[in-house]
């Protein structure tokens, strides 16, 4: 966000948003708060994150695809595969929650993983290293297409609204997002149910082996005693 302009427009619209993205995160984590719950979460094992909403990855997302252009178009590949290992951590839970509960986690795992695999692959392999880069090859116009100014400056817009709803929430209460909580609050409680359920059913597979083994001690004790002794 904070690399040179080049006296190119589009990255003073871009910049907004991004003090908005800024903003509205501040305000939606302190709303969160406010409301007595974490900004993660556990449970079975599995963490979620509710310090961000999904209007909210969206613009982060254009966002982000604008100012990584710049470095080169090739690394806007990460912002698809954040999404992409969101999708597979939902399906992996099994759990019918929101998208935007598995950012938290995936994000610094997905970012991670790219930076020290594309750093390990362009300085250490020398058909990555010596080769010239994507933008040489074949360069872009990106930041002078109207189209992408169209784009960038929709997005600034949807940024003031992610503020608004940021900035309500804080305000009066987490409104639709509290239904996020509560779902995985529901998890908790079956998960609990589900291991109560397995304990008594237990418990009572152990009564009835115990049982069992009682009654055949006693079947035994009256043949025992039911027998003549011939002397």
Not at 153 to 169: D, E, K, Q, T
Not at 187 to 204: C, F, H, P
Request: aromatic share 18%; net charge negative.
């Amino acid at each position: 966000m904070f690399l040179s302009s080049g006296g190119q427009f589009i990255v003073y619209i871009n910049r907004v948003a991004g003090v908005m993205l800024t903003i509205s995160l501040i305000m939606h984590c302190f709303a969160v708060c406010k409301a007595g719950y974490g900004l993660f979460e556990v449970r079975d094992n599995f963490p979620y994150g509710f310090g961000t909403s999904f209007p909210w990855l969206l613009c982060y997302t254009v966002w982000n695809i604008l100012f990584a252009a710049r470095i080169g178009l090739g690394t806007t590949l990460q912002d698809g595969l954040f999404w992409a290992m969101m999708a597979a951590y939902k399906y992996w839970d099994g759990a019918r929650l929101p998208i935007e509960l598995y950012f938290g986690f995936a994000r610094p795992v997905q970012l991670g993983s790219y930076i020290a695999l594309s750093e390990f692959i362009g300085t250490f392999v020398p058909y990555f290293h010596e080769t010239t880069t994507l933008s040489e090859d074949y360069p872009m116009p990106v930041f002078s297409n109207p189209y992408v100014l169209f784009i960038a400056v929709l997005n600034m817009f949807w940024s003031f609204l992610v503020v608004y709803w940021a900035g309500h929430r804080l305000i009066y209460g987490l409104g639709f997002f509290q239904e996020r909580f509560e779902a995985v609050h529901e998890l908790a409680e079956k998960d609990k149910a589900e291991r109560s359920e397995w304990k008594q059913s237990g418990t009572q597979l152990v009564d009835a082996e115990e049982c069992e083994e009682e009654e055949d001690e006693d079947g035994d004790d009256e043949n025992e005693r039911s027998g003549c002794i011939l002397s």
